[in-house]
Nanobody, 116 residues
Framework: QVQLVESGGGLVQPGGSLRLSCSAS????????MGWYRQAPGKQREYVARITSSGSTNYGASATGRFTISRDNAEKTVSLQMNSLKPEDTAVYYC??????????WGQGTQVTVSS
């Protein structure tokens, strides 16, 4: 069973930065895509970013130019560096991985609050 543990959420002032991390464990032969979604109160889950096993990245409109996704294949981790944070970035952030031969797995979510 694949398990994901997220860390790095918290409270930050507008304009500040946070780095989220997500570590995968369990029986994993290989991980294809890794990425992040977020969900704000009363809103649908929103795509943030993804990174392929070869390092190609893609970002949602809200993340482009401010967020950077990276991964460490050996450590089975994916990170999200978030800069220039805005109050509208407040949400629960969920990481996911696409393991070979398995369904997409999700983390438990980590709260990010951007407020002065």
């Amino acid at each position: 069973q694949v398990q994901l543990v997220e860390s790095g959420g918290g409270l930050v002032q507008p304009g500040g930065s946070l780095r989220l991390s997500c570590s995968a464990s369990g029986s994993i032969r290989r991980i294809y895509d890794m990425g992040w979604y977020r969900q704000a109160p009363g809103k649908q889950r929103e795509y943030v970013a993804r990174i392929t096993s070869s390092g190609s990245t893609n970002y949602g409109a809200s993340a482009t130019g401010r967020f950077t996704i990276s991964r460490d294949n050996a450590e089975k981790t994916v990170s999200l560096q978030m800069n220039s944070l805005k109050p509208e970035d407040t949400a629960v952030y969920y990481c996911y991985v696409d393991p070979a031969g398995d369904i997409r797995r999700w983390g438990q979510g980590t709260q990010v609050t951007v407020s002065s």
